[in-house]
């Protein structure tokens, strides 16, 4: 138990601890982010952001800067009352056709049916690797904190602090990672009633528009990697050697902690309901990467 507090108190320090080299952290949306399109979209009430969506368009924001390695997390609260055929995402992404992206997608339901919550990540231009659970919460009534914590041994996908996935660096059996790419954060409300909503069976009903985001809280605690820097300077400026320490890449920090992964666990058990890794239709050959990444850390 000792051992146990040592290690979550190691967490803490070094995350309030963390004014370390090339780190940014503010929780305001101007100094961070920008918007991407549809300006006519967006609406500024004090520290609340509000996206829009409507028959005409969908609104997405994006990060004046790129990171590679660290934390990022947004504060949203999803549409309400029927929001079938509409998706809220918020993700990271490079750039180009070989590029990374690590994704939240929000699927719109139905009232009354549970939120559904996608999760999908991009490795050198390949996805398939979509995981969906159903949210145990309402995530229309409050703000609840979605997070990407990135390091060169792991991807883990947070709600509220608790992870719900966790992709494992498996290069040693020949998986690629995601690690020599800077990656802008993203997010963006659209109508996606082809697919989102029980695969497509339910349309948007646009009696309800305008169908509306809200966000605040917006942090991240990454590596800034200037775009006038190359990709592999960047890597080398955002990794830890014997001279410099990141936060992100602790040794507390390179895997989950008994009490994070008994709440892995008891998401996976409890609110899963689709895992590439169980889909032998598309995959009859398990992928590699499925061997590791279970509720295991």
Not at 65 to 88: C, H, P, R, W
Not at 169 to 182: H, I, L, S, T, Y
């Amino acid at each position: 138990m000792a051992i146990l507090a040592s290690k979550m108190f190691a967490f803490v320090g070094f995350f309030v601890g963390s004014m370390l080299l090339g780190l940014a952290n503010s929780a305001m949306f101007n100094e961070l982010f920008q918007p991407s399109w549809a300006l006519d979209h967006f609406a500024y009430e004090g520290e609340l952001l509000k996206l829009k969506l409507d028959n005409y368009s969908g609104a997405g924001f994006s990060s004046k800067n790129k990171y590679m390695f660290g934390k990022v997390t947004i504060q949203i609260k999803l549409i309400e009352g029927d929001s079938a055929g509409t998706v809220t995402a918020f993700y990271m992404s490079s750039d180009g056709p070989n590029h990374n992206e690590f994704d939240f997608e929000f699927l719109g339901n139905t009232s009354g049916e549970p939120y559904s919550i996608q999760t999908n990540l991009y490795v050198n231009g390949v996805g398939n690797r979509e995981q969906r659970l159903n949210l145990w919460f309402d995530p229309t009534k409050e703000f609840h904190s979605y997070s990407i914590f990135w390091n060169q041994r792991r991807v883990v996908f947070m709600v509220d602090e608790t992870p719900i996935r966790v992709h494992t660096n498996m290069e040693q059996r020949g998986v690629p990672f995601p690690k020599d790419q800077a990656m802008g954060v993203y997010s963006s409300i659209w109508n996606a009633d082809d697919w989102a909503t029980q695969g497509g069976r339910v349309k948007t009903d646009w009696s309800h528009a305008p169908f509306v985001a809200t966000y605040k809280g917006f942090e991240i605690n990454a590596c800034e990697c200037p775009v006038s820097i190359p990709a592999d300077d960047n890597a080398k400026k955002c990794s830890g050697n014997a001279e410099k320490r990141f936060w992100w890449d602790e040794p507390t920090l390179s895997e989950l902690n008994l009490h994070q992964s008994h709440q892995l666990m008891w998401v996976r058990a409890n609110h899963m309901v689709y895992d590439y890794c169980a889909d032998t239709s598309r995959f009859p050959v398990m992928p590699v990467e499925c061997e590791h990444h279970s509720h295991r850390h």
